[in-house]
């Protein structure tokens, strides 16, 4: 993957609040489109939002004996 997408899967999964207009630009300036930026930028937050999930779950489950 070219480095402005890596960067930004990277902020969307680990620290969103730090996204910017320029990190898009960047993405969009390597040749993606809007449209496919948008597309990755929901799997980076929905796939890190299951990580969590999971790891929520797995927690709550060694706490109460529950699987």
């Excluded at 070219?2 to 207009?21: F, G, H, M, S």
């Excluded at 948008?38 to 990580?51: M, Y």
Aim: hydrophobic content about 45%; glycine content about 6%.
């Amino acid at each position: 993957m070219p480095e402005p997408l890596n960067r930004l899967i990277e902020k969307v999964a680990k620290r969103a609040y730090t996204v910017t207009d320029e990190d898009i630009a960047a993405v969009k300036a390597s040749g993606l489109s809007e449209d496919q930026i948008f597309e990755i930028v929901v799997c980076a937050a929905l796939g890190q939002a299951t990580r969590n999930y999971e790891t929520a779950l797995a927690a709550l489950g060694a706490v109460t004996g529950k699987e």
